[in-house]
């Protein structure tokens, strides 16, 4: 007989299944505590084993990258790509480069996906992948050569309709256009089978932008719905990548003021907030140049804290857009002695499971990435429409669009949150919201 569905005999199949995967385990583990109850009142998820099949990747493609470095060293890494489920559209999602990664992390950026590519309520499916290669200190032919011998491997299992990947940490427009001039090299086909290009390679105005400017437009959303407004508010952040700085220039033009920014060399600090000088330098510094932000807070006369956290200061808003746990149990103790009030996730999982707690202990709103960050992919699936029909919409036209979405996922977190009106649970809308799309697909399907 089939054992009872319990959060803990989930899980105890799970990691048996996926032994040494941290990461994944966490990720699940955060969408079964919403999805367990909701499935025990629903046999027919339940009957057809929906949780369990949307925790198994579709496929695991794992593939050796040889390359040349400039000095004609030959140097091996390892790439990946998770098709993780394509129930609802093709396989979406980024690729992302750094020196770590690893399975584990891949299949709880895979199966968050599924989640989030369902909340933007656009036809994607989910995926991740991306390689064991460091971008830093690598010259443009270096990365230029790498991206070429990983698309090499890559493309057979790309195509608009089948598999689109876009950026994600480590990999910009700059490494898309050479992931996608391998691609056309090889398939003699110009066509949306990434996201995240250049505009004049069929890229769409606010890709850039659209994870960060999403962020901040969510966090509109909660603050609209109890009734106060982004103007004037303090907020912290961390990061100085894609999703910071341009969550930082939305907040900042919608009259918050950010405090901070950070990377991997420390903080910056800038008590007044922010001037749109200083950010415009800083993207440039960051962007373009890729140097740390210890290289700058001088020249800017703001105060850089050397390899420490912003999460101590002064806030009433917490943006975290580095990277997966940067805030454990002591971080969400200083956020909430520092006024916090509510924290939307720019980067995927930056809060441990712990730290959720603490959170939600003292009240404060809690915003899960699947939902806060859900920006860049939506705008991802926007540029596919454009390059199908052949067009480009305009900035503002893309904008629009990404607003309007953003505004649809709030609205579905709090139809499946049990708190509607008083204090959401957006964990909980945005994990049932993301499910029922995909798990109603699934079901329609039969058993394949
Ligand atoms: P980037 O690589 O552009 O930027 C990441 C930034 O965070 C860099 O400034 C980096 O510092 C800093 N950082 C990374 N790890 C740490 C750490 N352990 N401690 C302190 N700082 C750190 O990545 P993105 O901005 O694109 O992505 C950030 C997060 O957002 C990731 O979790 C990603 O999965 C998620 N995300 C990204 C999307 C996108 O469209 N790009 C879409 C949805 C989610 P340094 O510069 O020194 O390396």
Same mark, same amino acid.
């Given at each position: ?21 941290? &990461? ?51 140097? *091996? ?36 996906? *599924? ?32 991206? +070429? ?34 691609? #056309? ?35 509109? +959303? ?10 004037? #508010? ?29 990377? *991997? ?9 922010? *001037? ?47 990277? +997966? ?31 959720? &707690?603490?959170?939600?202990?003292? =009240? ?5 990435? #699947? ?62 919201? =993301? ?14």
């Amino acid at each position: 007989m089939r054992k009872a569905l319990t959060l803990d005999n989930f899980m105890d199949g799970l990691k048996r299944r996926n032994p040494r995967e941290p &990461e994944f385990h966490q990720a699940v583990y955060e969408v079964a505590k919403s999805l367990v109850p909701f499935i025990r009142k629903h046999p027919e998820y339940r009957h057809a084993q929906i949780l369990e099949r949307m925790t198994q990747p579709d496929r695991v493609i794992s593939f050796r990258v040889c390359w040349h470095d400039d000095k004609a060293n030959i140097r *091996t890494n390892q790439g990946f790509r998770i098709q993780f489920n394509n129930a609802i559209g093709p396989y979406k999602g980024g690729l992302r480069f750094h020196r770590d990664l690893n399975l584990s992390v891949l299949k709880f950026l895979g199966f968050e996906q *599924t989640f989030k590519n369902s909340l933007t309520t656009l036809p994607l499916g989910a995926a991740k992948g991306g390689a064991d290669f460091n971008p830093k200190g690598k010259s443009d032919n270096e990365v230029m050569r790498f991206c +070429q011998a990983y698309m090499t491997e890559l493309a057979r299992y790309l195509g608009p309709h089948v598999d689109v990947p876009a950026g994600d940490g480590g990999v910009g427009s700059r490494e898309i256009a050479y992931l996608f001039g391998q691609y #056309k090299r090889l398939t003699h086909q110009f066509d949306g089978a990434l996201t995240g290009k250049p505009i004049p390679l069929g890229g769409s105005l606010v890709r850039s932008e659209a994870t960060g400017y999403g962020c901040a437009y969510f966090m509109m +959303q909660v603050l609209e719905h109890r009734q106060q407004t982004i103007e004037g #508010k303090t907020c912290v952040l961390s990061g100085a990548g894609n999703v910071a700085l341009f969550c930082a220039e939305k907040l900042i033009e919608s009259g918050a003021r950010v405090v901070s920014l950070s990377d *991997t060399s420390g903080f910056v600090h800038a008590a007044d907030g922010l *001037t749109r000088e200083q950010l415009r330098e800083i993207k440039e510094h960051k962007l373009q140049r890729r140097e740390p932000l210890a290289k700058l807070g001088k020249q800017l006369k703001l105060k850089f804290h050397k390899g420490k956290q912003p999460w101590g200061l002064d806030c009433e808003l917490a943006f975290p857009c580095a990277s +997966q746990n940067e805030i454990g149990v002591e971080e969400a103790k200083q956020l909430v002695k520092s006024g916090c009030q509510a924290l939307a996730e720019g980067a995927n999982m930056p809060v441990t499971p712990d730290a959720y &707690e603490v959170f939600a202990d003292a =009240g404060v709103v809690f915003v899960p990435g #699947k939902a806060a960050n859900a920006g860049g992919v939506a705008v991802s699936g926007l540029e596919m429409s454009q390059n199908r029909v052949g067009m480009h919409w305009t900035a503002a036209e893309v904008d629009q669009h990404l607003r309007d979405i953003m505004a649809k996922i709030h609205e579905q977190c709090l139809e499946h949150s049990p708190g509607r009106s008083k204090s959401v649970d957006y964990v909980r809308g945005a994990n049932i919201a =993301g499910f029922i799309k995909v798990a109603d697909a699934m079901l329609a399907y039969g058993v394949v």
